[in-house]
T-cell receptor, first 113, second 115 residues
């Protein structure tokens, strides 16, 4: 069964600290993996997208890694800010097709002052 | 600025009523999608449309209906047949097959509550 599992479900960190979110997937055949940030009551916004051949991709303080062999990805947030408080969603695409996206349940991050 | 506009932001439905959620995009994207988001779960696909006048059922289409009469618009009707409609609904669009394309954009969502 094609699945995307994220951990932890929720996380609380202090402002200025770093954190890493995990994503494990069993989707096959794999096309790409995306990380989205979703603020409460808003739509998801894309942070990064990586294909099979990419190991890492950065977007400011956000750095995503991908290990296609172990089917694992991580999202590292550096020097967290209060505005980083949101849900972070991992999304994996099948190869081909308009409807072939599998969404993780997300990790809810709270950054406290 | 180009983007996707969903309206209303909040919607309340009485038992037995049909309600329609609006989704409009000015990104010139061919494909549009409707997702449902429930607490603790990943987004689930309701319907999608690749071109005007064509749409396909997703994983949870029962109790929902859509139309695609214009490229820019993809309204979703939640019918009385949907037994548990309270959820956050997200509309999205893409410029090519979502699996390979990077142009996948979400709207801001509509929160539907049954009263």
């Amino acid at each position: 069964k094609n699945q995307v599992e994220q951990s932890p479900q929720s996380l609380i960190i202090l402002e200025g600290k770093n954190c890493t979110l995990q994503c494990n997937y069993t989707v096959s055949p794999f096309s790409n993996l995306r990380w989205y940030k979703q603020d409460t009551g808003r739509g998801p916004v894309s942070l990064t997208i990586m294909t099979f051949s990419e190991n890492t991709k950065s977007n400011g303080r956000y750095t995503a890694t991908l290990d296609a062999d172990t089917k694992q990805s991580s999202l590292h947030i550096t020097a967290s800010q209060l505005s980083d408080s949101a849900s972070y969603i991992c999304v994996v695409s099948f190869s081909g097709g308009y409807n072939k996206l599998i969404f993780g349940a997300g990790t809810r991050l709270a950054v406290h002052p | 600025d180009g983007g996707i506009t969903q309206s209303p932001k909040y919607l309340f439905r009485k038992e037995g009523q049909n309600v329609t959620l609006s989704c409009e995009q000015n990104l010139n994207h061919d494909a549009m999608y409707w997702y449902r988001q429930d607490p603790g779960q990943g987004l689930r696909l309701i319907y999608y449309s690749q071109i005007v006048n064509d749409f396909q059922k997703g994983d949870i289409a029962e109790g929902y209906s859509v139309s695609r009469e214009k490229k820019e618009s993809f309204p979703l009707t939640v019918t009385s047949a949907q037994k548990n409609p309270t959820a956050f609904y997200l509309c999205a669009s893409s410029d090519r097959a979502a699996a390979s394309g990077t142009g996948y954009t979400f709207g801001s969502g509509t929160r539907l509550t049954v009263v």
